[in-house]
């Protein structure tokens, strides 16, 4: 290895923080110099002084500095010129870029000018046994092979770095490095491309590699279907989708979601991998993983050499039940602290009630506004719900497991569900005794949908049955005008109209009309 080794690193700070890709790349960089090396990171852009310290504080030790409106916006031509001038005029022994879309795009076009040779897509970087040559590692042949590269003696060594291949460095904010401003005339004709205009559309999801859980599909989930599965797993389990090859190329998810030595490389604490069948340019990019749970219907499948859970099933068959089961044991668990919560009024467990709900809608990701829609609630309510500074009815309970399509008898103890049945029975024996009920849903005592016609007559306040109903009620008036109380408010209701609500709140109903007010009254208990 030569003693003054130069490391250029390109500086693409498009999206930092949230992108990393560059201090990935920066990483590997003062790996591969040593101690007789010196890493520069090249930075194109105008007023960026703010992203220099960052890349010093992350091991570049030289920052090269061309600061220009120009350069504001990347176009391809013009960073591609202003890169290869100064490469010819410093001679860097290596030029890394990270495998971005413009990271791609800029590389081919400046080895071309060059006339050096690139290295894509690069899952390792190293020195052979003399270090005095570089060598790669880069996948082939779709994915199903390792070419190792070597270069010609023209020079820089140029390569392309997957994303999440390499560590980024500890942040060292006491960290030193040179800053060389380089000035460059730039005129209206230094770029053949005009930008008209430019909107930065933020990312709606978290970078696959950096997920702390990750939900990944392949072959054995059959279809679009199937993986839909992968997706509500992973909404209940606020995770990462990814994908192997095989469904990525039918078109079941996008390319940002590959997963294998030709996308991302991930390092989850928790990954669940369904119909995969553990192939090495998939498994290549597991190394970093935590635990891992594979489904698989084929007991000798590859996958669960480096599985720590495996399951023997189809994973069509056993997603719907897996998901099931979660939404279960997840509102169980929401249901515990609101039962904490409203008997002490202060709940004194490391997560409370409101913070387990915020967690459940941003795990949907949902905004306050999506979830008030859903719940028929206003974007206040769930803010104070959230804040842990108002304990909500039970109905909104029964809301949100409407909202999120889950059965909400999980909110109930089993003692609970066994009152309730006794109560549902008394209370339909009372209202089928009664003269003004007449059951529509013959033998539904104990069921937990029952309807019923009813009739007040003309002028009359309807005499209420002495059972509490607890759930929601339904009210269509079928005949006649009906006045309804409910609670302090008072609805008028005329021939075809409806209106439904909990029917714990206390209510009363009045026929203002001169003839029989009939009403189709459905009850909904949990």
Request: aromatic content about 8%; charged content about 25%; glycine content about 8%.
């Amino acid at each position: 290895m030569k003693k003054d080794l130069e490391i250029w690193v390109f500086g693409d700070h498009r999206h930092y923080p949230q992108d990393r890709l560059t201090l990935q790349v920066l990483g590997k960089a003062r790996a591969l110099s040593g101690d007789k090396g010196r890493v520069t990171v090249i930075l194109l852009g105008h007023q960026v002084e703010g992203i220099v310290r960052e890349y010093i504080a992350h091991g570049a030790q030289r920052i090269l500095l061309v600061d220009h409106p120009q350069l504001a916006f990347y176009r391809t031509d013009l960073f591609t010129a202003v890169i290869s001038d100064l490469i010819q005029e410093h001679q860097p022994e290596v030029f890394l870029l990270g495998t971005s879309e413009f990271g791609m795009e800029l590389a081919a076009r400046i080895s071309k000018r060059l006339g050096v040779g690139l290295s894509a897509d690069c899952v390792s970087l190293d020195w052979d046994g003399q270090r005095d040559r570089l060598i790669a590692s880069s996948p082939a042949f779709g994915g199903n092979f390792l070419a190792r590269i070597v270069w010609s003696l023209n020079r820089p060594y140029m390569a392309t770095v997957s994303s999440g291949t390499f560590p980024e460095r500890p942040y060292d904010k006491n960290a030193n490095g040179e800053i060389v401003r380089i000035d460059k005339i730039f005129n209206e004709r230094s770029s053949k491309i005009s930008v008209i205009s430019s909107v930065h559309e933020a990312s709606q999801a978290s970078k696959l590699e950096d997920a702390k859980i990750v939900v990944a599909g392949g072959r054995g989930v059959k279809n679009l279907e199937g993986f839909n599965y992968l997706r509500e797993l992973a909404l209940l389990l606020g995770a990462e989708v990814g994908a192997t090859r095989p469904a990525v190329d039918a078109h079941w998810t996008s390319h940002e979601q590959l997963i294998g030595q030709t996308g991302r490389s991930i390092k989850p604490e928790l990954l669940i991998t369904c119909g995969t069948s553990g192939a090495v340019q998939y498994t290549a990019a597991l190394q970093g993983a935590g635990t891992i749970v594979a489904i698989n219907r084929d007991s000798r499948a590859t996958i669960f050499t480096v599985a720590d859970i495996g399951v023997v099933a189809d994973a069509q068959s056993f997603l719907p039940a897996f998901i099931t089961e979660i939404k279960n044991h997840l509102f169980r668990e929401i249901t515990d602290l609101y039962r904490t919560q409203v008997k002490t009024g202060k709940d004194q467990r490391s997560v409370t009630f409101g913070q387990r709900i915020k967690k459940l809608r941003e795990d949907h990701k949902m905004s306050v506004m999506d979830l008030a829609e859903k719940t028929g609630q206003p974007p206040e309510f769930i803010e104070q719900v959230e804040s842990d500074s108002l304990t909500p009815p039970v109905s909104f309970l029964l809301q949100l497991s409407q909202a999120l399509k889950i059965d909400p008898s999980n909110f109930l103890t089993e003692q609970e569900k066994v009152q309730i049945d006794g109560k549902r029975q008394e209370g339909f024996i009372k209202r089928t005794q009664n003269y003004s009920y007449r059951t529509l849903t013959p033998g539904a005592a104990d069921k937990r949908l029952r309807a019923f016609m009813v009739t007040i007559e003309p002028r009359e306040a309807h005499k209420m049955i002495e059972y509490k109903h607890p759930g929601e009620e339904f009210i269509f008036v079928y005949k006649g005008e009906l006045e309804l109380t409910l609670g302090g408010k008072v609805f008028h209701l005329k021939q075809g109209e409806t209106i439904h609500f909990d029917s714990e709140t206390k209510h009363k109903l009045r026929n203002i009309s001169d003839e029989k007010c009939e009403l189709l009254v459905t009850l909904y208990t949990p």
